[in-house]
């Protein structure tokens, strides 16, 4: 009998050999009860324009108003509700470093992103700041991609300045102005599948999305993590 400690709330985790697949994913122990940590959107009735949980399948009152504002507007999808578990999630993950606790979302990540492999997207994780890369020394959303062995590309360099987007109040988050350059060495796909961690209130990923439009892709679609 092995005895190992659950990355997400530090409860022994006891396997075998005959069980071992129950509690272990890529050699990480996650306890029954945390293998279900977050609430999937997947089955759920959501918003198209940004993948937020709703009571029935129609645009959010924050969709109706970006379509309002800007007739390009790109599909967002998302794997969890953003809610009190997303966020402690976040905090260890992104902000004190515990890099660990990423397996928990591994598998659903695979499972979804293939997904779009298979229909010939490049995936195309958006990049960290550089104020932010120096605090955190990892691009937390690349990793994301590593750990669950997907293959992306990077198309944008971040030449955003001042404070973080967690940091920023809503109306700060929608005033922020364009943060990325596409690279200019790099050729575009004709078909791209932008990623983050967290959709907020959409700002920066529909800018980025923006960029590509400018430059005649026309194929562009959305995806975080959190929404």
């Known amino acids: ?14 396997a075998d050999s005959g069980i071992s ?14 293998q279900q940590l977050f609430h999937s959107l997947e089955k759920e009735p959501i918003c198209p324009g940004c ?8 645009f959010c009152y924050d969709c109706i108003r970006w379509k309002e504002i800007d007739s390009y507007f790109p599909m967002n999808q998302a794997l969890y509700v953003y809610e009190e578990q997303a966020k402690e999630f976040m905090e260890r993950y992104k902000f004190i470093g ?21 229909q010939g997207y490049t995936i195309c994780p958006l990049p960290t700041s550089k104020q932010s890369l120096e605090k955190r020394e990892f691009e937390s959303v690349e990793y994301l991609l590593e750990l669950s062995k997907i293959p992306y590309q990077q198309l944008f360099q971040h030449i955003g300045k ?12 929608m005033k922020l102005q364009q943060p990325f350059v596409l690279k200019e060495e790099i050729p575009l796909p004709n078909k791209i599948l932008l990623f983050d961690d967290i959709y907020t209130t959409g700002k920066t990923i529909r800018l980025a999305a923006k960029l590509l439009q400018d430059k005649g892709i026309e194929d562009v679609k959305l995806f975080t993590v959190f929404r």
């Open 1 to 14: 009998m092995t005895k190992m400690r659950c990355v997400w709330c530090g409860n022994d985790v006891t």
């Open 21 to 34: 697949s129950l509690f272990l994913w890529n050699s990480r122990p996650i306890c029954r009860e945390c």
């Open 51 to 58: 993948g937020r949980l709703m009571e029935d399948a129609a």
């Open 98 to 118: 515990d890099c660990a606790v990423a397996f928990l979302i591994q598998e659903d990540l695979k499972k979804r992103l293939k997904r779009y492999l298979k």
């Open 162 to 173: 001042g404070k973080k987007q967690s940091e920023k109040t809503r109306e700060e988050r």
